[in-house]
């Protein structure tokens, strides 16, 4: 089945660890997007690539890293520089192809918990 | 002003009533527009794609009006399993004017269909 993988869904660590996330696609999707969501609030936009060995800062990026080396492959780093790292990780893939709607399609999510 | 703006509610309607959302964006550029629906504690799925002449999917009706900026959503003879938060979302083109897939998130509507 085509789809988003991340894993794993629930994430426990302790603060001043590194946490690495994982997503993958296999939609044959070139653009692909980290999101972060807090309870009872919108989904902000942490990174976003949109080709192999490149990747933009979105909107939260301090305190995370990414790395693209595959297209499938799109993994996210919290580092223990990130205030408040405990939150819902959402993955999105998109076509993001001119003429495209560029509508995006997400994995299943990771929650994570800092204590 | 934020850059998707969405009431968010909660709507509490009895089964088999209609109810309509509503969503405003700031840039008068932008291309697409979509309506997600996200259950709690999943992830965002694509609900439709909002075009200009208005589209229908069955019970749900979305209408675009590019003039006053605003988005609007419709669900008729509401159902239980319509219970979720359904969020506008709406693409801004770059900086320079051109479309890719940086999607932005209204902070979600919540819906509950109650007998």
């Given at each position: 089945?085509?789809?988003?993988?991340?894993?794993?869904?629930?994430?426990?660590?302790?603060?001043?660890?590194?946490?690495?996330l994982?997503?993958?696609?296999?939609?044959n999707?070139?653009?692909m997007?980290w999101?972060?969501?807090?309870?009872?609030q919108?989904l902000?936009?942490i990174?976003?690539?949109?080709?192999?060995?490149?990747?933009q800062k979105?909107?939260?990026a301090?305190?995370?890293?990414?790395s693209?080396?595959?297209?499938?492959?799109?993994?996210?780093?919290?580092?223990?520089a990130?205030?408040?790292?405990?939150?819902f990780?959402?993955?999105?893939?998109?076509?993001?192809?001119?003429?495209?709607?560029?509508e995006?399609?997400?994995?299943?999510?990771?929650?994570?918990?800092v204590? | 002003?934020?850059?998707?703006e969405?009431?968010?509610g909660?709507?509490?309607v009895?089964?088999?009533?209609?109810?309509?959302?509503?969503?405003?964006?700031s840039?008068?550029?932008?291309?697409?527009?979509?309506?997600?629906?996200?259950?709690?504690r999943k992830?965002?799925?694509?609900?439709?794609?909002?075009?200009?002449?208005?589209?229908e999917?069955?019970?749900?009706?979305?209408?675009?009006?590019?003039?006053s900026q605003?988005?609007?959503?419709?669900?008729r003879?509401?159902?239980?399993?319509?219970?979720?938060?359904y969020l506008?979302?709406?693409?801004?083109?770059?900086?320079?004017g051109t479309?890719?897939?940086?999607?932005?998130?209204?902070?979600?509507?919540?819906?509950?269909?109650?007998?």
């Open positions: 089945d085509g789809g988003i993988t991340q894993s794993p869904k629930y994430l426990f660590r302790k603060e001043g660890q590194n946490v690495t994982s997503c993958e696609q296999n939609l999707h070139d653009a997007y999101y972060r969501q807090d309870p009872g919108g902000r936009l990174y976003y690539s949109q080709i192999v060995n490149d990747f979105g909107d939260i301090e305190g995370y890293s990414v693209r080396e595959k297209k499938e492959s799109f993994p996210l780093t919290v580092t223990s990130q205030k408040n790292p405990t939150a990780y959402l993955c999105a893939s998109s076509l993001d192809s001119p003429g495209t709607s560029y995006q399609y997400f994995g299943p999510g990771t929650r994570l918990t204590t | 002003r934020k850059e998707v969405q009431d968010p909660p709507f509490n009895p089964e088999g009533a209609t109810v309509a959302f509503n969503c405003t964006y840039n008068s550029a932008s291309q697409s527009f979509f309506w997600y629906r996200q259950d709690c992830e965002p799925k694509l609900l439709m794609s909002v075009y200009s002449s208005g589209n999917d069955g019970r749900f009706t979305a209408q675009l009006n590019r003039a605003y988005i609007s959503l419709l669900i003879d509401s159902k239980l399993s319509d219970s979720a938060t506008c979302v709406v693409n801004f083109p770059n900086a320079g479309s890719y897939g940086k999607l932005t998130f209204g902070q979600g509507t919540i819906l509950t269909v109650h007998p």
